[in-house]
């Protein structure tokens, strides 16, 4: 068969037994292109909550993709699910056992034609077709999402029975639907993306256990460092510790030269207590108290002192966590507020500036045009006030380098973050855009700066 011959929209249901972080995701992806997704979860008041946060979830990505919405029906059994399916896909927990006898019942009830799929990190669907008869195992294949509907990558490997005819549909579904699969060449525990991520995931949870910094450094080493929107930590909280834990073990198991102490520490220190990311707002961050930080009134004293721009991006609504950076690291900056009530900013895109001549006059004009291009500056006195709940600071502009902006008053919402020891003061524009059916705020960060000696 070619990928041109599959006839995506007669590919009418999808099963997806186990709906928990990312069940429920992939079943959101598909519903999304009018798919009618059958779920189904062992613990049915996790399948009830799955389709809630599936409905609530549709409006935020309903308009950007422009399909019309399929049905998501809540399955009483796996049988139920499974029949009638065209695909259907595994997404229990990755413990080997679970997966092989759930893909075991998906063999049972599902159509002969069914494609069958895990979705799991790092196990082979190779060692999880035990109780799959001989005939079906050309259906069985690993097919793992990232974080769906956002991320599009998916990666593909076979059992080793998987048959041509199985994958080049499943490929051809996939792109339709909009996704990247990629195919792996040979068989592995965990596909390229889990690999990769395995290891970082694995450092880090060293550097935790050790004790050298603590998650919120090495966010923002890694955030800064490599440009990146959510550092691993934030990454971990996101995809469950628990889960995280699980994949790691399998890792543990097959590679018997890796240390367990780091795993053992995350188990112990955050999974044992309940703490398992950021679906119950406690993991490596406590994100309740985070909230609650960011709901504390504003105090003028707080600001007093010099902020160094660290972060200038337009964040979602939805999501916080989702930034884009339409200027990169490119603006630098410094707020400046006084004790007697006074700030002083300054804004600059960094890059050589095209400077003619250190003479004057002759250099001058233009030089000054050249920098006035790509700098705002403005001064006056600020103040602090408190609007329905909300912190507003108010900068009423004296001087501005924007001469428009002269004699107004710029108002920034405002809140005061502390991660570790350092301290951020985040101001947002009070309008926001609409893009992507998404509503979205520019927000810039500003790092605390330590006082500096007089001497
Ligand atoms: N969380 C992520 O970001 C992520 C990303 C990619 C891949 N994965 C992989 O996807 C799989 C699921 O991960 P998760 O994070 O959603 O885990 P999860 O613990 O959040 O969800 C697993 C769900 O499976 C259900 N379940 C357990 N046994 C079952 C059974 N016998 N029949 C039906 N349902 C059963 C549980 O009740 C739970 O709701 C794992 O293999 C994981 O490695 C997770």
């Known amino acids: 068969m070619t990928r041109q011959s599959i006839q995506f929209d007669n590919l009418e249901t999808i099963a997806i037994v186990g709906c928990g972080i990312i069940g429920r995701r992939i079943a959101l992806f598909w519903a999304l292109r009018n798919k009618k997704v059958a779920i189904f979860d062992i613990n049915n008041d996790t399948a009830l909550d799955a389709r809630k946060w599936i409905h609530a979830s549709f409006d935020k990505y309903k308009a950007s993709n422009g399909h019309p919405v399929g049905e998501v029906n809540v399955a009483p059994t796996i049988e139920h699910a499974s029949r009638g399916a065209w695909m259907v896909i595994e997404c229990t927990p990755e413990t080997v056992e679970t997966k092989r006898e759930v893909i075991g019942q998906i063999d049972k009830f599902s159509d002969p034609s069914a494609i069958i799929t895990t979705n799991s990190s790092s196990i082979k669907s190779g060692d999880l077709v035990n109780y799959v008869s001989e005939s079906s195992r050309g259906r069985v294949l690993n097919c793992h999402y990232f974080l769906p509907p956002e991320i599009p990558v998916v990666e593909l490997m076979t059992c080793g029975s998987t048959t041509g005819h199985t994958l080049e549909t499943l490929i051809s579904a996939l792109s339709a639907a909009g ?29 935790l256990a050790e004790g050298v910094v603590n998650p919120e450094d090495i966010d923002t080493v890694f955030r800064l460092g490599f440009q990146t929107r959510l550092g691993p930590c934030e990454m971990m909280d996101q995809v469950g510790l628990h889960t995280v834990c699980d994949i790691e073990d399998h890792y543990l198991k097959e590679r018997v030269y890796l240390p367990s102490y780091a795993v053992d520490f995350i188990r112990q220190n955050y999974v044992a207590k309940g703490h398992i990311g950021r679906t119950i707002g406690r993991g490596l961050y406590n994100y309740t108290e985070l909230e609650r930080s960011k709901g504390q009134p ?52 960094s890059g050589d500036l095209p400077i003619d001549t250190n003479r004057v006059p002759e250099g001058l004009p ?90």
């Open 298 to 349: 504003l105090r003028r004293e707080e600001l007093v002192g010099a902020w160094e721009l660290a972060e200038y991006a337009t964040s979602s609504l939805a999501d916080p966590a989702r930034k884009v950076y339409p200027l990169g690291d490119h603006l630098k900056g410094i707020i400046i507020y006084t004790l007697t009530g006074h700030t002083s900013v300054h804004l600059q895109l």
């Open 366 to 455: 233009r030089d000054l045009t050249n920098t006035g291009m790509r700098s705002l500056s403005y001064s006056g006195p600020f103040s602090v006030r408190e609007e329905d709940g909300r912190s507003i600071v108010q900068h009423h502009l004296t001087y501005s380098s924007l001469p428009s902006w002269q004699g107004t008053t710029q108002r920034r919402l405002a809140h005061v973050e502390k991660q570790g020891n350092a301290e951020f003061l985040v101001l947002g524009l009070e309008e926001t855009t609409q893009f992507g059916g998404e509503e979205w705020r520019v927000m810039l960060r500003w790092r605390h700066l330590p006082n500096v000696s007089a001497s």
């Open 179 to 207: 996704l990247h699969p990629i195919t792996a060449k040979a068989q592995s525990t965990g596909l390229v993306g889990n690999r990769v991520w395995a290891a970082i995931k694995r450092e880090v949870m060293m550097v």
